[in-house]
Structures are given as C-alpha cells and as structure tokens.
C-alpha cells in the first residue's frame, strides 16, 4: 500500500495508519521526497512501515531507522550528466541529494532553508552517489524544462518532475515503480496486492504497476488519465479515506 507522501500526517491519517499497521498491514511510503524531511513520518509507520524516497533511490526500513538500499548517480557519471546539459543549457543549476543531505553549486536557489548545506563546484562536492541531481534554469520556461532535460539525459539517466522548473534526475533504471517492485518482491507480493496513490507524473511507472492505482482529487492530468480510480483530495485525508473504506468497510 503506497499512500501520497505529503509534509505532516493529520490525526485521522495517523490513526487510519495506527489501525493497519495493528491488523498487520504493510504501508510503504513512497515519494520523491529526499530523506532527510522525512522524520515527522517515522512515529506513524508502527512495526510494519516502509518507506521509498527520492523516487526510488532509497528504500528504507522505517522502523530500525536503516537504508535498504541505495542506487545513486556516481561522480563520474554525474558530472558528465551536468557538462552535457550545460552544454546545451548555459543558465543550468545543479543541487545533488546524497543520503545524507543536499549539496548545491555556487548558483543553485534553494527554495527551503539549507543554511548548513555544503556549497562549492559540483566536483568538489560530489564526494558520494547522489540518489537524485537536481537542475534548474532560470533561463528556460518552467514548464519546458523536464523535456529540454530529458532531451539532452535520453538514456543514460532517469527524468522526472514533481513540480514546474524543477528536473530530477536519478540514476539510470531508477523509479518509484523499480524500488517498489523489487520491495514487494522481497516481501512476497505480487502486483495484483498493491495498492499505489499519486498525483503527479513522477507517479505514472508505479501506479501503472500496481495493481490498482488511485490518483488522487486535483491529480496532474496524464496521472488521472492512467489511474484506475480517483480518491479524494489530499487535503481531505483522501488516501487515509480509501485504505479505511478497503480495510474496514467505513
């Protein structure tokens, strides 16, 4: 069960997880969200809670606190990435998140508070694989800037996009969807068992495998357009609304 990932859990979400997580139900947090905002979710997960971030680079054992694994983008490879689309994007700004935080360049905005962050050339800083490389251009229509990316990445690397202006790019083969069904693999479950909810494109692999997929109310449009239902807004504790009504028959 992957519900939306969002910043805090609201009472009755944490109590909807409270009640799954007694009657032994997995709940696997999946979000492209780095690491490091996830600690308001660990208090909600109980003994069975998973967790997936920075789409699909970190699989990580909430409960002990523990990386599962980690697929990261090395230096050398990084930096071939960021010299090709600078190439092509001379206004190009590069931010790499690692497992233990995010790194910026020198021209990199940041739009949440990373005061204590290092902050040099890429090449000084890129000590460690990065689970995602971030890019943004003031230079280029927000709304572009993923395909400009991805014109210039093709294969050898993963692009996606959570929000306008903002590229993120993951190591090649690495999504939501693979971290996902190498986690239920493990677990023993097959697709048909999944239950996946998301609302932006970077969630279109995996709620095309799961067996049922949900995009949320207000959903990005090519979300809604590959989901097999629709749950209520996100504001409204859409997805802690299904899981009861599946679970409990509320």
């Known amino acids: 069960l992957v519900p939306d990932g969002t910043l805090e859990l609201p ?17 696997v947090f999946v979000t492209g969200r780095p690491l490091r905002w996830m600690t308001g979710f660990w208090p909600h997960v109980g003994n069975h809670g998973m967790a997936i971030v920075s789409n699909g680079a970190i699989t990580y054992d909430a409960r002990s606190r523990e990386i ?47 005061d204590d962050a290092p902050r040099g050339p890429l090449e000084e800083i890129w000590t460690d694989p990065a689970v995602k490389l971030l890019v943004r251009d003031p230079d280029v229509d927000a709304d572009l800037l993923h395909d400009r990316v991805s014109a210039v990445v093709g294969e050898a690397a993963t692009v996606t996009w ?36 998301g609302d932006m494109p970077n969630d279109i692999p995996m709620l095309s495998w799961a067996g049922t ?9 090519t979300v809604r357009d590959i989901a097999d239902r629709t749950a209520p807004a996100s504001a409204d504790e859409g997805v802690a609304q299904v899981l009861e009504h599946l679970f409990t028959g509320a």
């Open 11 to 27: 009472g009755y979400t944490a109590d909807v997880l409270r009640r799954l997580d007694g009657a032994g139900v997995a709940v």
């Open 68 to 114: 599962i694994s980690l697929a990261g983008i090395a230096a050398a490879d990084g930096l071939a990435l960021t010299a090709a689309i600078s190439a092509e994007l001379p206004g190009a700004r590069f931010a790499i998140e690692c497992a233990d935080g995010i790194r910026l360049d020198p021209r990199f905005a940041a739009r949440t508070a990373v």
């Open 162 to 197: 959570t929000m306008p202006g903002l590229a993120e790019i993951s190591a090649p083969g690495v999504t939501k969807a693979s971290a996902l069904q190498t986690l239920c693999e493990r677990l023993g479950v097959d697709p048909a068992g999944v239950i996946a909810f």
């Open 213 to 221: 997929s949900y995009a949320m109310a207000g959903a990005h449009p």
